[in-house]
């Protein structure tokens, strides 16, 4: 590696892009802030001392090689955009020190757009047009988490929601074509759409975050469909899918290629798991672009005056039943994927490469959201498993329209995605917490819950309220009439809590 200024600050701040090394700092603070004596010194201790310590032992394992190139693997900006600009919003108070911190992100931002105009810099001088914004990953996530965390101080969390929704949305889906790391990797992307693709064969899209021998899968629906392949590798489904399709025979012979793709998958596993310990489900109530999309037509339902129907405790439950059976059959499919004939088959069975993903309505969705109807994908024929996925497809299109304009989620019952990060929304690090005695029983929080959750409405007893189904959109925090009723914590330390006034009450349909 050469030695420039730019790769010594990516040795030095790699510790804090590895989401292994986040997880241990983003645990270890909050423990000792509150074991700690209340003296100022010790609170320095309590926040410098993990990373600092977690640094050094960092460089320490990578003196090993071997060590050095899997720990590699896990580093991304994702994860140091959150542990500098992100968790120091949560965890400094209002007041003078968070003041003095904002400097930060502001900081950020304004080298966002120093960045993107070296991204310009790479255009030849003989070419001439608009290109978007050519930017790496690692400014665009910290100069658009920098400019969301400026944006908070200024923002109720109702607008905060839906511009950090509308963001991610905008990064997901369009991302593919309007955030290119560089010129040469904007043209290589203009080169692949003349490409003839079929969406049943497709093996690899093109991502703009796409390393060598490493994967950046969210816990969410980022399709990996999306026009000109997304921003992302693409949701946790995927990454399931990619860990069957590996032939347990070729790692038993000690194949090398199958060592590598089962290296960068548990990786890439490694990095959803760590996120999911930090985020639970809020990614789908903020970042999930189809849930966006969903509430799209949820909005539409209102502005056409139809009810929203809440659904009894069966319908909920076949919801969920229906979705993990959808996974079962699919990742039954994708286990036989290795052992496929020359003509596709598996026991006279044609199956797709990520069988899950030919079904998902985001791989019709997003392409049509980020390209227009052009982008729907055909109808696959009924070959592919006697049928399977042409009616499979449509049905479940149809499931996706149909439950977001009758009900306000029904959907994220079924959607397996959001099933699987709800089991950190119990034992990860953020939680819902309520006051039982500040509680009046009105009912507001049942009310205006898109997910018609009742436990936040009815517990008395355990203050903890967190439920597999809550997706941390915080509605209920935001229209509880009650002050510091609710508040949602992360690893202990409140991020939020409810202030409304009955006065300001305003219930959604």
Request: glycine share 8%; proline share 7%.
């Amino acid at each position: 590696m050469t030695l420039n200024p730019e790769n010594i600050l990516s040795v030095l701040v790699a510790p804090f892009t590895n989401p292994l090394m986040v997880l241990l700092i983003v645990g270890m603070i909050p423990a000792l802030l509150r074991r700690l004596p209340g003296r100022h010194a010790w609170a320095v201790t309590a926040v410098f001392g993990p990373p600092i310590i977690l640094w050094g032992t960092y460089h320490l394992i990578c003196l090993n090689p071997t060590a050095a190139e899997w720990l590699s693997t896990l580093n991304n900006p994702i994860a140091g955009a959150f542990l500098v600009i992100v968790y120091p919003a949560m965890l400094i108070p209002e007041g003078r020190w968070r003041q003095v911190f904002l400097v930060i992100p502001v900081g950020f931002v304004l080298w966002f757009f120093v960045a993107i105009y070296r991204g310009y810099q790479t255009v030849p001088a003989d070419e001439s047009g608009f290109y978007w914004l050519l930017v790496s990953p690692s400014w665009l996530i910290s100069g658009v988490m920098a400019l969301l965390v400026i944006l908070h101080e200024f923002m109720d969390l109702k607008w905060f929601r839906r511009t950090v929704r509308a963001t991610c949305l905008l990064v997901l889906i369009y991302g593919g074509f309007a955030l290119r790391q560089d010129f040469s990797d904007y043209r290589n992307m203009l080169d692949r759409r003349a490409e003839e693709k079929n969406v049943m064969t497709l093996q690899e899209t093109s991502p703009v975050m796409e390393y060598p021998n490493k994967m950046i899968h969210l816990p969410s629906a980022p399709c990996r469909f999306s026009t000109d392949g997304g921003y992302v590798q693409g949701c946790n489904l995927e990454l399931f899918q990619r860990l069957l399709h590996i032939n347990m025979f070729d790692l038993g012979s000690g194949s090398l290629a199958a060592m590598n793709t089962l290296s960068a998958v548990l990786a890439a596993l490694m990095i959803f798991v760590a996120f999911s310990f930090i985020s639970a489900r809020w990614c789908c109530g903020w970042l999930c672009p189809l849930s966006t999309i969903g509430d799209v037509l949820n909005w539409m339902r209102k502005r056409l005056g139809l009810p929203a129907m809440h659904p009894p405790a069966p319908v909920k439950t076949g919801f969920k039943i229906s979705g993990l059976s959808l996974v079962g059959v699919t990742f039954l499919m994708a286990k036989a994927t290795p052992h496929l004939g020359e003509d596709g088959r598996f026991a006279g069975c044609k199956i797709p490469i990520f069988p899950f993903c030919k079904v998902c309505p985001g791989q019709q969705v997003c392409p049509v959201a980020g390209g227009g109807l052009d982008e729907y994908p055909p109808l696959p024929g009924t070959e592919w498993a006697f049928g399977f996925f042409r009616y499979g497809m449509l049905a479940v299109l149809g499931l996706f329209v149909v439950s977001f304009m009758l009900s306000k989620r029904l959907w994220c019952r079924f959607c397996p995605m959001g099933m699987f990060s709800g089991l950190f929304n119990r034992g990860g690090m953020f939680a819902l917490q309520k006051r039982a005695q500040k509680c009046d029983k009105c009912g507001v929080c049942a009310e205006v819950c898109p997910m018609d959750i009742e436990t936040v409405r009815d517990e008395m007893k355990h203050p903890d309220v967190s439920s597999f189904d809550c997706v941390l959109c915080l509605r209920c925090v935001e229209k509880c009439p009650q002050t510091d009723c609710l508040r949602l914590e992360h690893n202990g330390i409140t991020v939020t809590s409810s202030t409304c006034s009955p006065e300001h009450l305003t219930s959604e349909k």
